[in-house]
């Protein structure tokens, strides 16, 4: 098992984000973690990922705590994380000096494949800043990868891309959480589909027995969470 969550709550002041959600992933899925806006599904990444801690519940990365295995995940936040003024290739020489797990040369096939500008990211598009943030956060050979909306708002030149590089670099001993409101586009990486609602799984789903019942991930998600 690579990620397990267990009845996990998590509160902001007095909001709940989640409740009592539970989840497992094992090794070589891709996993779409899907909802409207505000249903939790950051907050659920940045809990797996050690980020943030659970009021209840437990959290296991290969069966530890989340902050005692971090190097094991990658989280990819939404927005860029970088400072405007560096290029990808600054941030890949720093990472590669401090962390065991980057691969230079895998980031380097991973800007090629993506057709990333070494450029400061302040001088980049959207598309190309999230082309490059993908190609900083696969670099990292990690059992697990937690992207939070790496397709939002970006074109469709680089939607395809970003989707093509996941297959492309796929390694059967990871697993991916990937949460989108591309759903169309992207059910055809996922293996399972997690829908969430006010903080709760209200379906966890195999993408094939939706299939073998004659329902996309799209369809399911409308009938599931409209």
Not at 20 to 48: I, R
Not at 70 to 88: D, I, K, M, S, Y
């Amino acid at each position: 098992m690579v990620l397990e969550l267990k009845e996990v709550e998590k509160r902001y002041l007095r909001t709940p984000a989640l409740k009592g959600v539970s989840l497992a992933l094992e090794p070589g899925q891709v996993v779409g973690l899907l909802g409207l806006n505000g249903a939790g599904k950051t907050t659920l990444l940045k809990v797996a990922a050690g980020l943030l801690l659970p009021d209840r519940g437990e959290v296991q990365l290969l069966g530890r705590p989340p902050r005692a295995a971090r190097g094991e995940a990658v989280f990819l936040p939404e927005q860029n994380p970088w400072p405007e003024r560096r290029r990808p290739g600054e941030v890949a020489a720093l990472l590669a000096g401090t962390d065991a797990s980057f691969d230079p040369e895998r980031f380097r096939r991973l800007m090629g494949f993506l057709e990333v500008p070494d450029r400061p990211f302040g001088q980049m598009s959207k598309g190309q800043r999230a082309r490059a943030n993908l190609a900083l956060a696969l670099a990292r050979r990690a059992p697990l990868y937690l992207l939070d909306e790496p397709l939002a708002g970006i074109d469709l030149i680089s939607r395809d891309r970003i989707l093509k590089a996941l297959v492309h670099e796929w390694r059967e001993d990871a697993a991916v959480l990937l949460s989108t409101h591309e759903v169309g586009e992207a059910e055809g990486i996922f293996d399972r589909a997690v829908f969430l609602r006010e903080g709760e799984v209200v379906l966890d789903a195999e993408v094939e027995e939706l299939r073998a019942k004659g329902k996309s991930v799209v369809e399911t998600f409308k009938e599931v969470l409209a």
